[in-house]
C-alpha cells in the first residue's frame, strides 16, 4: 500500500521535474499520469494495491476541487466588475463545447457501449 | 471552562478546523446529492463551497486563513490526476479504437471552447483582459493560468473561470448531453472532460468507468491541444 502511494507520488514528482526541465505545455501531474500508465504497461496490468489507493482517491476526486473552488470568492470582486459578460460566457460557452464535442465523439465513434444518466 | 471566545481564537488558527469543516462541507454536500437520486444539478462540489463561502464571509475569515487547513485537500489533488492513468489503462482497449474520432472530437471541443468563451462575452460588452483571461477557461486550471499569462490575460481570474467551468460542466453538462441524445459513455466523458476538466471528469469517473478514462485522457489531450493552438491563434488575430 505504502509503496504504491510512494509510486504515485515520484510518478507526480518526476512529471513536475519534467515539466521544469523540458518547458512543456502540461502540468507535472498530467505527466506523472503519463507515466504511471507505462508503469502499468509494463507490468501488464494494475495490481491490486495500486488499485487500492488509487481508486479510493479518485472515488473521492471532487472533494479535492473544493479548496480551489472556494477560492473563487477570493475573485468576487474581479467577477463582479464584468459580472454579464462572464457569466454568460461561462455558462453558454461550457454547455455548447459539452453538446458540440459529445455530438462529434458519438457520430464518429459508432458502436460503443451506451447509456443515460 | 474557558470563554467561547478563547476557543475560538484558538480553533480558527489551527489548520484542523478548515480542514475538518471542508470534509464537513463536503458530506453535506454528497448527502444532499444522494438524496436528490444523484441528480448532476446537486453537484456536491457546488454545494460545499457555497456552504464554505457562506461560512468564512460569516466569520469574517480570508481565504488565506481557510487554506492553511485546506491545503491538504488540495494537495491531493495531483496524486488524484496521476491516478487517473488507472481507469485509462483498463478501458485502453477502448480507447485505442476509437484513436480517430477522440482526436477530432477533442480538437473541435478546444477550439468552440476557446471560441465561443470570448465571442459570447466579446457580444456582452467584456473587456479584453476579462475576454483574454476567458479564452482558456475550459482547460485544467495550472495548464490556464500559463496560457492567460501568455496572452495577457490575469492568471487568477482564470483560475477562477476555470473552476466555476468545471462546476457548470459537472451540474448541467450530463442534462445537456440527455437533451441531445449523446448516449454513448465515451462521447459523454470526452464532452465532460473537454469542455469542464477535471471537476467534470469527477463526475463522469462516479458514473461509469468507460466515461470516467475518455473524460481523464480528453483533458489532459485538450490542456495539450489548447496550450499548443490557441497562443497561435490570439497571435493572428490581435
Same mark, same amino acid.
Given at each position: 500500500?505504502? *509503496?504504491?502511494?510512494?509510486?504515485?507520488?515520484?510518478?507526480?514528482?518526476?512529471?513536475?521535474?519534467?515539466?521544469?526541465? !523540458?518547458?512543456?505545455?502540461?502540468?507535472?501531474?498530467?505527466?506523472?499520469?503519463?507515466?504511471?500508465?507505462?508503469?502499468?504497461?509494463?507490468?501488464?496490468?494494475?495490481?491490486?494495491?495500486?488499485?487500492?489507493?488509487?481508486?479510493?482517491?479518485?472515488? *473521492?476526486?471532487?472533494?479535492? !476541487?473544493?479548496?480551489?473552488?472556494?477560492?473563487?470568492?477570493?475573485?468576487?470582486?474581479?467577477?463582479? #466588475?464584468?459580472?454579464?459578460?462572464?457569466?454568460?460566457?461561462?455558462?453558454?460557452?461550457?454547455?455548447?463545447?459539452?453538446?458540440?464535442?459529445?455530438?462529434?465523439?458519438? #457520430?464518429? *465513434? #459508432?458502436?460503443?457501449?451506451?447509456?443515460?444518466? | 471552562?474557558?470563554?467561547?471566545?478563547?476557543?475560538?481564537?484558538?480553533?480558527?488558527?489551527?489548520?484542523?478546523?478548515?480542514?475538518?469543516?471542508? @470534509?464537513?462541507?463536503?458530506?453535506?454536500?454528497?448527502?444532499?446529492?444522494?438524496?436528490?437520486?444523484?441528480?448532476?444539478?446537486?453537484? $456536491?462540489?457546488?454545494?460545499?463551497?457555497?456552504?464554505?463561502?457562506?461560512?468564512?464571509?460569516?466569520? &469574517?475569515?480570508?481565504?488565506?486563513?481557510?487554506?492553511?487547513?485546506?491545503?491538504?485537500?488540495?494537495?491531493? @489533488?495531483?496524486?488524484?490526476?496521476?491516478?487517473?492513468?488507472?481507469?485509462?489503462?483498463?478501458?485502453?482497449?477502448?480507447?485505442?479504437?476509437?484513436?480517430?474520432?477522440? &482526436?477530432?472530437? /477533442?480538437? +473541435?471541443? %478546444?477550439?468552440?471552447? %476557446?471560441?465561443?468563451?470570448?465571442?459570447?462575452?466579446?457580444?456582452? &460588452?467584456?473587456?479584453?483582459?476579462?475576454?483574454?483571461?476567458?479564452?482558456?477557461?475550459?482547460?485544467?486550471?495550472?495548464?490556464?493560468?500559463?496560457? %492567460?499569462?501568455?496572452?495577457?490575460?490575469?492568471?487568477?481570474?482564470?483560475?477562477?473561470?476555470?473552476?466555476?467551468? &468545471? /462546476?457548470? +460542466?459537472?451540474?448541467? +453538462? $450530463?442534462?445537456?448531453?440527455?437533451?441531445?441524445?449523446?448516449?454513448?459513455?465515451?462521447?459523454?466523458?470526452?464532452?465532460?472532460?473537454?469542455?469542464?476538466?477535471?471537476?467534470?471528469?469527477?463526475?463522469?469517473?462516479?458514473?461509469?468507468?468507460?466515461? +470516467?478514462?475518455?473524460?481523464? @485522457?480528453?483533458?489532459?489531450?485538450?490542456?495539450?491541444?489548447?496550450?499548443?493552438?490557441?497562443?497561435?491563434?490570439?497571435?493572428?488575430?490581435?
Amino acid at each position: 500500500m505504502l *509503496n504504491h502511494l510512494t509510486l504515485i507520488f515520484a510518478c507526480q514528482l518526476a512529471g513536475e521535474a519534467a515539466t521544469r526541465a !523540458f518547458e512543456t505545455p502540461l502540468p507535472g501531474p498530467v505527466i506523472g499520469m503519463v507515466l504511471l500508465f507505462a508503469y502499468c504497461a509494463v507490468r501488464g496490468g494494475v495490481p491490486d494495491d495500486l488499485a487500492a489507493v488509487g481508486d479510493t482517491l479518485l472515488k *473521492n476526486l471532487s472533494l479535492l !476541487f473544493v479548496p480551489a473552488g472556494v477560492g473563487v470568492m477570493a475573485y468576487g470582486a474581479l467577477f463582479a #466588475r464584468e459580472a454579464l459578460p462572464i457569466i454568460l460566457s461561462l455558462v453558454g460557452s461550457t454547455l455548447v463545447t459539452i453538446m458540440l464535442t459529445g455530438w462529434l465523439m458519438q #457520430r464518429l *465513434n #459508432r458502436g460503443g457501449a451506451t447509456g443515460d444518466e | 471552562m474557558n470563554d467561547v471566545r478563547e476557543v475560538w481564537v484558538y480553533l480558527s488558527t489551527t489548520p484542523l478546523l478548515h480542514l475538518t469543516l471542508t @470534509l464537513a462541507a463536503f458530506a453535506v454536500g454528497s448527502a444532499v446529492y444522494e438524496r436528490a437520486g444523484r441528480n448532476p444539478v446537486f453537484n $456536491p462540489v457546488l454545494i460545499a463551497v457555497a456552504l464554505l463561502i457562506g461560512m468564512l464571509t460569516l466569520t &469574517g475569515t480570508g481565504y488565506e486563513r481557510y487554506f492553511e487547513g485546506a491545503q491538504f485537500v488540495h494537495f491531493l @489533488l495531483g496524486p488524484a490526476t496521476v491516478c487517473l492513468a488507472l481507469p485509462l489503462y483498463r478501458q485502453f482497449d477502448k480507447v485505442r479504437k476509437s484513436a480517430l474520432a477522440l &482526436g477530432a472530437a /477533442i480538437l +473541435g471541443g %478546444s477550439l468552440t471552447a %476557446s471560441a465561443t468563451a470570448v465571442g459570447i462575452a466579446w457580444a456582452a &460588452g467584456g473587456g479584453r483582459e476579462t475576454l483574454l483571461s476567458l479564452a482558456p477557461k475550459s482547460v485544467t486550471a495550472p495548464v490556464a493560468m500559463g496560457i %492567460s499569462e501568455q496572452l495577457g490575460g490575469l492568471p487568477s481570474l482564470t483560475a477562477a473561470m476555470v473552476i466555476v467551468t &468545471g /462546476i457548470i +460542466g459537472a451540474a448541467l +453538462g $450530463p442534462l445537456a448531453l440527455n437533451l441531445i441524445g449523446v448516449k454513448d459513455w465515451a462521447a459523454r466523458g470526452v464532452a465532460m472532460g473537454t469542455a469542464s476538466h477535471g471537476i467534470g471528469t469527477a463526475r463522469a469517473l462516479q458514473v461509469n468507468e468507460v466515461a +470516467g478514462a475518455f473524460s481523464g @485522457l480528453a483533458m489532459g489531450l485538450n490542456a495539450l491541444a489548447t496550450a499548443l493552438l490557441l497562443p497561435l491563434i490570439v497571435g493572428l488575430m490581435w
